[in-house]
């Protein structure tokens, strides 16, 4: 079974970083591309950032300049580095990763969510 599991998430004053990571564990093939999602109170949930399985990047227009996606692929592992976090920034941070299984499926996991909030 394939799990996604997010961290570092928190509290941090505007202007400030936070760090957060995603590792996929479980049995599959391989992980094509993984993602970051957000979603605010009251909002729908929103792409973030993405990266593909060879390094290529995405990212909001929102986010352009001040968030920096990035991966291990031996480790299975998605990065989300966020800097100058304005109070809007303020939501749930989902890890999204499309999964190639044995068995040949390939589909979409999410993680469970890590909370970032932005207050002075």
């Known amino acids: 079974q394939v799990q996604l599991v997010e961290s570092g998430g928190g509290l941090v004053q505007p202007g400030g970083s936070l760090r957060l990571a995603c590792v996929a564990s479980?049995?599959?093939?391989?992980?094509?591309?993984m993602g970051w999602y957000c979603q605010a109170p009251g909002k729908e949930r929103e792409l973030v950032a993405t990266?593909?399985?060879?390094?290529?990047?995405n990212y909001a227009d929102s986010v352009k300049g001040r968030f920096t996606i990035s991966r291990d692929n031996p480790k299975n592992t998605v990065y989300l580095q966020m800097n100058s976090l304005k109070p809007e920034d303020t939501a749930v941070y989902y890890c999204?990763?499309?999964?190639?299984?044995?068995?040949?499926?390939?589909?979409?996991?999410w993680g469970k969510g890590t909370l970032v909030t932005v207050s002075s």
């Open positions: 990266i593909s399985s060879g390094g290529s990047t």
């Open positions: 479980g049995r599959f093939m391989s992980i094509r591309g």
């Open positions: 999204n990763a499309g999964i190639l299984t044995w068995t040949g499926d390939a589909r979409d996991y």
